[in-house]
């Protein structure tokens, strides 16, 4: 992220998670808020409330940070995605979606897709 923003990269999307808290991470988020970068953050792909248990990096406090759950083809959330009022912010398609793959084009699923 401190990489990113030093060379004024204006927004990042972050399509991975897990593991716990990091005050480093709090700080550089912080910082990069400071510069008007927005951090785009994957909500996790176990089915679980990001409010009762914290995924981080969408679980973090900041006001740059935006995290994104997955939806179904009938806009619905996905079984998968975590969810979460107080820290996911929005929802987008994640079901089945047909992308590239480094060996052609493959569908995939998750809130990384």
Not at 1 to 25: C, E, H, K, Q, T
Not at 83 to 96: F, L, N, T
């Amino acid at each position: 992220l401190d990489y990113a923003v030093s060379f004024g990269v204006p927004i990042s999307s972050n399509s991975w998670g897990g593991g716990s808290r990091s005050a480093a991470m709090q700080s550089a988020l912080a910082s990069a808020s400071e510069m008007g970068h927005l951090f785009i953050v994957a909500a996790g792909n176990e089915g679980k409330d990001n409010d009762a248990n914290s995924m981080y990096p969408c679980s973090y406090e900041a006001d740059n940070l935006l995290c994104v759950a997955a939806t179904t083809s009938s806009d619905s959330i996905a079984s998968y995605s975590n969810y979460g009022p107080g820290h996911v912010d929005i929802a987008a398609p994640g079901s089945d979606i047909y992308s590239t793959y480094s060996e052609g084009y493959y569908s995939l699923t998750g809130t990384s897709a």
